[in-house]
């Protein structure tokens, strides 16, 4: 029961920005957006959240529809080592509700 | 810091036979989380822990699968009997609180094969 809607993949050249886009059209109002990745063999390590305001943190930045219902991660100069799998993800009745996510291709 | 740990990192077992997953927490981490990540798939909650109770375990298949936390620290989550649909990587993570502006941390994860 995904919550969120990803792009299956997409792929960015080194050095170059990346835009993920994710929808969540049920949001609700107290929902946090989260985002995690995955590299291979690693567990999820946490990447961004925020509630209605665009936030920046040294990974990345996460910008924030005015309407809640979709949402935008923005890596400003995509490396090699940033090739994972995304995952948008609404933190909602205490839980994280995964979907399918985002692979991600960096070519050199 | 240290992260989540997990032990095994893999464990292969025929069907119908028994395997348990050891999950130790960031000190301090109150809520602690069982995800099972099938290939190809995003992670599936299966358990949810505050401290040593239960707060969701709405989709654990309870029939085979256990899980607890003693003293509300480490987990173990059991399967028994395993199936060959049970193969996936089993997830353990922990968070400061069930709260939603908190981020969890994950450890490396359990690979199970049964065949």
């Known amino acids: 029961d995904a919550k969120t809607t990803q792009p299956n993949s997409m792929e960015s050249n080194e050095e170059e920005p990346v835009h993920l886009p994710c929808n969540h059209s049920?949001?609700?109002?107290?929902?946090?957006i989260h985002w995690y990745r995955q590299l291979p063999s690693q567990g999820p390590e946490y990447v961004i959240h925020?509630?209605?305001s665009n936030v920046n943190n040294r990974m990345a930045s996460l910008a924030i529809a005015e309407d809640r219902k979709s949402s935008t991660l923005i890596l400003h100069r995509a490396t090699l080592r940033d090739a994972a799998v995304y995952y948008c993800?609404?933190?909602?009745?205490?839980?994280?509700?995964f979907g399918t996510g985002t692979s991600l291709t960096v070519i050199p | 810091e240290a992260g989540v740990a997990q032990s095994p990192r893999y464990k292969i077992i025929e069907k119908r036979q028994s395997v348990a997953f050891w999950c130790n927490p960031i000190?301090?981490?109150?809520?602690l989380y069982w995800y099972q990540q099938i290939l190809g798939q995003g992670p599936k909650l299966l358990i949810q822990f505050q401290n040593n109770g239960v707060v969701d375990d709405s989709q654990l298949p309870k029939d085979r699968f256990s899980a607890e936390r003693l003293k509300g620290v480490d987990s173990t989550l059991k399967i028994q009997p395993a199936k060959l649909e049970d193969s996936a990587v089993y997830l353990c993570?922990?968070?400061?609180?069930?709260?939603?502006?908190?981020?969890?941390?994950f450890g490396q994860g359990t690979r199970l094969t049964v065949v």
């Open positions: 049920t949001i609700s109002g107290t929902d946090y």
């Open positions: 925020g509630l209605t």
């Open positions: 000190s301090g981490h109150a809520t």
């Open positions: 993570a922990s968070s400061l609180a069930a709260a939603s502006s908190t981020e969890a941390f």
């Open positions: 993800i609404l933190y909602t009745g205490n839980q994280f509700y």
